[in-house]
């Protein structure tokens, strides 16, 4: 019984450990800042829902599909208004999600591109913090500084174009997530 609590022990150990490890080692890939929550993504398909869509969206995803602009609205489109849209679901996740896979990957839309960053404005500049749902939902994260690749403020800027930007996060949220990360870690 001893001998397999201290085994226990050492399991949860060396998960710490590794899990250190393994964020310091996407640290120093990575190394900045969004509030000082670091993100990974497991790809595990949780934020798969129904993606706004711009129309350059639709024609990438047209090109990349062989089909019509047309035909892409009325197949996998709930609603076009002549300048954005949003990707159906079935059965709550989005229309492209296979299992955990996205068909369309190398096609999806910008709004994935960019997850699971939000564009905002502060002081008249485009940054990026953490979506709100992903503060809530997402399991890619853990405490620690991350540098957001140049990539992801190139689609924010086209994003912002299409679609306007959002509004801040509230910092408590921000400090839920600290919370839950910290009791998850220490268990
Ligand atoms: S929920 Fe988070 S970890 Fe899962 S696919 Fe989306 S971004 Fe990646
Ligand atoms: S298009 Fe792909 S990445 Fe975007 S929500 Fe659908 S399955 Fe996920």
């Known amino acids: 019984m001893e001998k397999s609590t201290s085994k226990n022990e ?5 998960a710490k450990i590794n899990l250190k490890n393994k964020n310091s080692k996407i640290l120093k890939i990575m190394g900045s800042y969004t509030c000082g929550i670091a993100w990974y993504c497991k790809k595990c398909g949780g934020c798969c829902d129904s993606p706004t869509v711009t129309k350059k969206d639709i024609v990438n995803i ?3 599909l062989g089909l019509s602009f047309n035909e892409v609205i009325e197949k996998y489109l709930r609603y076009f208004d002549g300048k954005m849209g949003e990707i159906k679901e079935v059965r709550g996740r989005c229309i492209f999600l296979d299992k955990r896979r996205c068909t369309i990957y190398k096609a999806r839309p910008l709004i994935c591109k960019l997850r699971p960053f939000s564009p905002q ?8 913090t953490y979506d709100i749902w992903f503060l809530k939902h997402c399991r890619g994260f853990f405490i620690g500084d991350m540098k957001i690749d140049k990539k992801y403020f190139k689609y924010a800027e086209i994003l912002v174009k299409s679609l306007g930007f959002e509004e801040e996060t509230p910092k ?7 919370k839950r990360l910290k009791n998850a870690h220490e268990n």
């Open 172 to 178: 408590e949220e921000f400090n839920r997530l600290k």
């Open 62 to 64: 047209a090109k990349y």
């Open 121 to 128: 404005f502060k002081n008249g500049k485009l940054v990026l």
């Open 10 to 14: 050492n399991k949860k150990t060396n």
